[in-house]
């Protein structure tokens, strides 16, 4: 899906929706008397329309939306949180505060919009899904593509005036979820046949390729920590002192270790738990021949102890 919007006063005003699946294609167009005179009627109308089309036609459907990280999330979260409850509208963001996902559950019904990031060329796009631009993708992919420019009297107010213009611009609104829908088809395709990933289950790069590594090339299953076991070895891993030095050398030699965790992950690991025991004075218990995680308990002699055991040494 794709939103388009004009600007009145300085604000940007969603004013056409276009979805396209499978089977169907809409686009659903403000009522452009209503925005003059009553903008809240027309906006709230428009999404109704929206709504009541996704509720019939997409149950349990991933929705790929052209622009969610950026203000195309910000128009449908408002809009999802103006018409349904709070516990059944849920979002996933980054840490640069852009829409990964936003989901609609009601009941049995369920309706993710993912973002497609087909649009970023930003900081971090490299983290999400497919980090060009449409036009770009559709390049790749040997797709069509857009085939109509983008007009700047679209983004007027005097686009509901010119009935010509109108055509050409639900003409133009609709190609982007054309393209993308194309894209996304084709995509799903090649990697459900190349490598059994189905896309809609991914949300960036990092997860794609982990999929693809998972149900390809891995052999063998990675272990997963029970929590208990996770928090036991956990208690080892602690910060510790931070010294300032004033350096200074002479005649030395300065070596860079590179790639550290990845050779340490290559190497085993321990990943369940063995047993608990008691050590008694007495038993022999040799370090040198232990590999895993200890939690111990050191009972101290009381310094009056240490004091004559060091005296009777002298």
């Given at each position: 899906?794709d939103?388009e919007?004009?600007?009145?006063?300085?604000i940007?005003?969603?004013?056409?929706?276009?979805i396209?699946?499978?089977?169907?294609?809409e686009?659903?167009?403000?009522n452009?008397e209503?925005?003059?005179n009553?903008?809240?009627?027309?906006?709230?109308?428009?999404?109704?329309?929206?709504?009541?089309?996704?509720?019939?036609?997409?149950n349990?459907?991933v929705i790929?939306?052209?622009?969610?990280?950026?203000?195309?999330?910000f128009f449908?979260?408002?809009?999802?949180?103006?018409?349904?409850?709070?516990?059944e509208?849920s979002?996933?963001?980054?840490n640069?505060?852009?829409f990964?996902?936003?989901?609609?559950?009601?009941?049995k019904?369920?309706i993710?919009?993912?973002?497609?990031?087909?649009?970023?060329?930003?900081l971090?796009?490299?983290?999400r899904?497919?980090?060009?631009?449409?036009?770009?993708?559709?390049?790749i992919?040997?797709?069509?593509?857009?085939?109509?420019?983008?007009n700047?009297?679209?983004h007027k107010?005097?686009?509901?005036?010119?009935?010509?213009l109108l055509q050409?611009f639900?003409?133009?609104?609709?190609?982007?979820?054309?393209?993308?829908?194309?894209?996304?088809?084709?995509?799903?395709?090649?990697?459900?046949?190349?490598?059994?990933v189905d896309?809609?289950?991914?949300?960036s790069?990092?997860?794609?390729?982990?999929?693809?590594?998972?149900?390809?090339?891995?052999?063998?299953n990675?272990?997963?920590?029970k929590?208990?076991?996770?928090?036991f070895?956990?208690?080892?891993?602690?910060?510790?002192?931070?010294?300032?030095y004033?350096?200074k050398?002479t005649n030395?030699?300065?070596?860079?270790v590179?790639?550290?965790?990845p050779?340490?992950m290559c190497?085993?690991?321990?990943?369940?738990f063995?047993?608990?025991f008691?050590l008694?004075?007495?038993?022999n218990f040799?370090?040198?021949?232990f590999?895993g995680?200890?939690k111990?308990?050191?009972?101290?002699?009381?310094?009056?102890?240490?004091?004559?055991?060091?005296?009777q040494?002298?």
């Open positions: 899906m939103i919007t004009i600007d009145i006063k300085g940007e005003i969603p004013i056409s929706i276009s396209k699946t499978k089977n169907k294609t686009i659903f167009i403000i452009g209503k925005l003059l009553d903008l809240n009627t027309a906006l709230k109308d428009l999404w109704d329309n929206f709504f009541y089309f996704i509720l019939k036609n997409c349990k459907d790929f939306v052209h622009n969610l990280g950026n203000f195309d999330g449908i979260y408002k809009a999802l949180s103006n018409r349904f409850k709070p516990e509208i979002c996933l963001i980054d640069h505060n852009k990964i996902q936003i989901t609609l559950s009601i009941e019904l369920k993710v919009f993912k973002d497609s990031s087909l649009a970023f060329a930003r971090r796009a490299k983290d899904i497919f980090p060009v631009s449409l036009n770009d993708l559709c390049n992919l040997s797709l069509p593509g857009k085939t109509n420019s983008y700047p009297e679209y107010i005097s686009l509901f005036n010119n009935e010509q050409e639900k003409n133009y609104s609709l190609q982007d979820s054309f393209a993308l829908f194309d894209c996304i088809s084709k995509l799903q395709e090649m990697y459900l046949r190349d490598y059994q896309i809609c289950s991914i949300l790069t990092s997860t794609l390729s982990l999929k693809i590594f998972r149900s390809k090339y891995l052999k063998v990675i272990p997963i920590l929590r208990r076991d996770d928090n070895i956990r208690n080892s891993y602690f910060g510790g002192a931070t010294d300032y004033q350096l050398a030395i030699f300065y070596y860079d590179n790639s550290l965790y050779f340490a190497k085993p690991m321990p990943y369940e063995i047993r608990k008691t008694k004075e007495g038993d040799n370090l040198d021949n590999f995680f200890l111990v308990e050191v009972n101290c002699p009381s310094l009056a102890s240490i004091v004559l055991l060091l005296l040494k002298q």
